[in-house]
Each structure stands twice: as C-alpha cells, then as structure tokens.
C-alpha cells in the first residue's frame, strides 16, 4: 500500500510532463503554421489553388498535369547528382526559415534569407555543368539525331569488333580511351582529334592506342558504326571525392560522362582493368563479356525509349516525298 502511494505522485508528475511538452509542441506547431500562411508566396499559391478549384476544368487539370510532369523531370535529371543534394540543402533552409521566425531567432532568420535571396545566382555558377547537361538533354531528346545503331545484328557487330580491341589491351596493360556517342552531339571534341571517319576494328582500334604512336594519347571518338576521331582531348572531373590514385584518362572519362551521355571505355595503362563511365559514375573491373551485356542493354534501352525526333520524322518526311515526285 505504501508503494503505492509512493509511485502514484511519480506517474503524476510524469503526466503533467508529457502535458506541458504536449502543450508547447502543439503551440510551436500552431505558430508555425500561422507564420507559413502569412508569407506572401504561400498566401499567393493558396490563392491560386483555391482559385482554380472554383472554376475548375480541363484546362485546369491539364495545366496542373503539365506542372507536375515539369518537377517530375526536373527531379529526375539532377537525380544522382551534385544538385540533388543543392536540392535537399535547400529545402532544408525552407523549413528552418519560418522555424528560426516563429523561435524569434532573428539573427538566424536574417542569415537563412539572405543565403536563400543570393543562393539563386550561386546555383548557376556552382552548377553550371549540371545545368548545361539538363539543357543539352532537352534539346538532344527534341532535334538531334540519336547516335545509336538501329539494327541489333549491326550493332553486336559493332560492340563485338569493341570488345576483342578492349579485351587484348587490357591483357597487354595497353592504356586507352574510346568515347561511344549517343544522343548529345560530340562535335567540340571531335574537333580536338584527328578526324578519321574509319569502319570500327578491333585491329584498327588496338594500333590507334598502341604505345608511342602519334594518336594513343587521346580519346577515340565512336559515332554509329565509325570511328570519327582519335587523339581527342576530353575535358576532366572537378569531382574532388573521386579515387585520388585514379588516373588522368579515368579523370577524363568521369569528366565526358558528366557533360554529356556518351558511353566511356578506359583500359588502365597500369593494371590493365576496364573501366565504364556513364554519367558521372566510374565503375571498374570489367571483364569482356560483362562490359559487352552491360553496353547493349544501356544502348538498346536508350534507343527504345526514346523513339524519334522531330529532326528524324522531318527527315523521314523529306525522304518519302522525294520518292513520291521521283
């Protein structure tokens, strides 16, 4: 009985603990929610929303569609990159902004404002690259033509005569560099190189890379089913948390991969291991088989689900009526 009356005012106490912590969360959250509806860009989005629920129709719904799939590929281009973690950063200072008004914390709040008000130009020199990239994918997916071979048999073909090159260089620990375009335009480093404009073998491929020849410094440019370049100077990674013992053509194939899709082969002139970049990531230790099931599953896929371009189906229009007046 006694131990009862002892733990009895303990549980009190704890309740009115739990009551007190209740109260002042549930008056924080209050606060916040007040302070959130009284800035002007939500009070502006609320408007519109509840606008558009009033009178709402097809347009409406069609509109809201377009905004939604806009984030939607938004998200997913910078998915996986430097900017997605811009993008959790920034949400962050989101929340904390009305948090730090609602605390009057008002040295806290007028440092999260202002880094919010300049952090808008620092994204678009910070993340020029990633932007650049964003805007080159828009525009390639549109009008450009899609440098991936159309027929499977030729495109086996073509990665085969690849494979034999890359598989007999690495056993003899020959560096090299070979860049497969595809969907965005490789003009600028082409132009870099030797153009050659060759049928893609694994012979021709192993003496453009053998050791103290004039070419086997660069990068070799593939396009379709030819080799269009060779000596090619590709930009490097700014990408510091890399490998720091990776070498500079596995620098360079991070640093192509990121500005652009193209496929990136690199056989270590050291250790002779294949390696594949392809949008900014470098993964490493190929064997041939694997790296030939790993490049027709990206290159089948991106063909497929991409279809044509607009620049394609004026191409093939042009084409039918030329036949048509012929």
Request: proline share 2%.
């Amino acid at each position: 009985m006694r131990e009862c009356i002892i733990t009895l005012p303990r549980i009190c106490k704890t309740e009115k603990k739990s009551f007190k912590m209740y109260l002042i969360i549930r008056f924080l959250l209050y606060n916040l929610i007040v302070t959130v509806m009284e800035v002007k860009f939500v009070q502006e989005l609320i408007m519109i929303f509840t606008n558009s629920l009033k009178d709402i129709s097809i347009w409406s719904i069609i509109d809201i569609l377009i905004v939604a799939f806009i984030f939607y590929r938004g998200y997913i281009l910078i998915k996986e990159t430097r900017a997605e973690q811009l993008l959790k950063g920034v949400i962050l200072l989101l929340i904390l902004i009305p948090i730090s008004y609602v605390l009057r914390l008002q040295m806290l709040n007028f440092i999260l404002t202002k880094t919010l008000t300049i952090g808008v130009l620092s994204i678009i020199i910070i993340f020029q690259p990633e932007i650049r990239r964003a805007l080159e994918h828009i525009g390639s997916t549109a009008f450009d033509d899609f440098h991936v071979i159309q027929d499977d048999q030729k495109l086996e073909e073509v990665i085969d005569q690849l494979i034999i090159a890359v598989e007999d260089m690495a056993e003899t620990k020959t560096g090299a560099l070979i860049a497969i375009e595809q969907g965005t335009g490789l003009a600028e480093i082409i132009s870099t190189g030797t153009q050659l404009d060759a049928v893609i073998t694994s012979a021709l491929i192993e003496n453009i890379f053998f050791k103290n020849t004039p070419l086997h410094d660069g990068a070799t440019i593939i396009r379709n089913d030819r080799i269009v370049s060779a000596g090619c100077v590709l930009p490097l990674t700014n990408n510091n948390t890399i490998n720091k013992k990776l070498g500079t053509r596995h620098r360079a194939a991070i640093g192509l991969s990121e500005i652009s899709d193209a496929l990136v082969i690199v056989v270590s002139e050291e250790t002779g291991a294949i390696s594949l970049a392809v949008k900014g990531r470098l993964t490493r230790n190929y064997d041939g088989k694997k790296l030939k099931n790993i490049l027709l599953k990206v290159m089948r896929n991106r063909r497929d689900k991409r279809g044509k371009t607009y620049g394609e189906k004026v191409k093939i229009c042009l084409k039918k009526l030329k036949e048509r007046i012929s």
